[in-house]
């Protein structure tokens, strides 16, 4: 493993987006990995393998620009240069733009630039159903993939229900039937997230479809299949072990089902 101490990973300076990462977004880097580690992922792709990860995470400020706060952070990687790889190492947070006022069932976040199209935001917004944010990727080339979020956590018991399949899977179909023709007019990919929670943990679990056919990665059986992998996984794990706090599915269009990318577990370093 190459080290890498006191590597930048963000600051408050305007950004190569005309954007500013603001000094409570850096903060919140800080707390959430307290004691933990962050892992890397290439060019904020999550279909692509961490190829290490970040610890020691600090806010500090930049002694270059009066006023200015930087995150830095000791990076460990494998690989003889993994920056020239990545374009370097950089961060990406999430935030709500337009909020529903009632309950609604996900949060789609847009890549750069397409959250700054007002209409577009407007377009994609429905109160009740979904709100819009943004999925800020600070890189010198960001990825055009958005992310959708369940905000309806699914309960996992050690014996499988087959509940995913009529309380939740249908809902997630009904999104994408609506909204993937808006998303495809602007090239935009998307991943998904489900959070779920198996025995007292809560996971987050990350769908990958294949890009351009996220119709039937989405399907109603495709989803189901996805928490049956899931639930299968976890239950073969030994106890008792760390808990997990990511899996990660990829879809494969060969086998027109889901199948296990990776597993993280919390404080894995």
Not at 7 to 14: D, R, S
Not at 69 to 98: H, K, N, P, Y
Not at 106 to 129: K, M, R, T
Request: hydrophobic residues 40%; aromatic residues 12%; proline residues 4%.
């Amino acid at each position: 493993m190459k080290i890498i101490k006191n590597q930048i990973l963000a600051g408050t300076h305007l950004d190569s987006q005309g954007e500013r990462c603001p000094k409570e977004v850096l903060d919140s880097f800080c707390e959430m990995y307290r004691g933990k580690v962050m892992p890397l992922n290439q060019q904020h792709d999550l279909s692509m393998s961490s190829p290490g990860f970040v610890e020691n995470l600090r806010v500090i400020l930049d002694e270059s620009n009066a006023g200015e706060w930087l995150l830095v952070g000791d990076v460990q990687f494998d690989g003889e240069s993994q920056q020239a790889t990545m374009g370097g190492f950089s961060i990406s947070f999430l935030e709500i733009l337009r909020r529903s006022m009632s309950q609604e069932l996900f949060h789609i976040y847009l890549p750069y630039p397409y959250y700054n199209d007002q209409a577009f935001v407007d377009e994609l917004f429905e109160e009740g159903f979904v709100s819009v944010g943004r999925w800020a990727k600070k890189a010198a080339d960001p990825a055009t993939v958005g992310l959708v979020s369940a905000t309806i956590v699914f309960f996992l018991k050690p014996i499988w229900e087959d509940l995913y399949k009529t309380q939740i899977a249908p809902h997630v179909y009904q999104f994408f039937s609506k909204k993937i023709g808006k998303l495809k007019e602007k090239d935009i990919a998307v991943n998904f997230v489900q959070h779920v929670v198996y025995n007292g943990c809560e996971i987050q679990v990350m769908l990958i479809p294949a890009h351009g056919k996220e119709e039937q990665g989405f399907e109603i059986e495709a989803t189901n299949q996805a928490m049956v992998l899931v639930h299968s996984k976890l239950t073969e794990l030994p106890s008792p072990t760390i808990p997990v706090s990511k899996i990660y599915l990829q879809f494969e269009e060969k086998t027109g089902a889901y199948e296990l990318h990776h597993i993280e577990y919390q404080g894995e370093d």
